[in-house]
Nanobody, 117 residues
């Protein structure tokens, strides 16, 4: 059974930093394309992604402030969030593309990030 479990997140004031992790289990060793998404209300936004070859993508809204990385041996995805803004407040989800042609087909349950002004 494939499982993605996020941890980290939390509450911080504007300008602060937080980090989040996502541990994957139940899969053969990767690396897999993985990503962080966030949802505030109904809108879901791709925050950052990392491909199997290690190439990364960042949304314009987080470019230069967030860093996505992973530890292939631990099958863990990370998101370092610096210079946080109130508009970064959201539920953050990690996602994984297992390569079956369905895009991101596994999702975690999310970790909450709250940034106060």
């Amino acid at each position: 059974q494939v499982e993605l479990v996020e941890s980290g997140g939390g509450s911080v004031q504007t300008g602060g930093s937080l980090s989040a992790s996502c541990a994957a289990s139940g899969l053969a060793s990767g690396p897999y394309a993985m990503a962080w998404y966030r949802r505030e209300g109904k809108a879901r936004e791709l925050v950052a992604s990392i491909e199997s070859d290690g190439s990364t993508y960042y949304a314009d809204s987080v470019m230069g402030r967030f860093t996505i990385s992973r530890d292939n041996a631990k099958m863990t995805l990370y998101l370092q969030m610096n210079s946080l803004k109130p508009e970064d407040s959201a539920m953050y989800y990690c996602a994984l593309n297992s390569g079956r042609g369905n895009g991101m087909d596994y999702w975690g349950k999310g970790t909450l990030v709250t940034v106060s002004s």
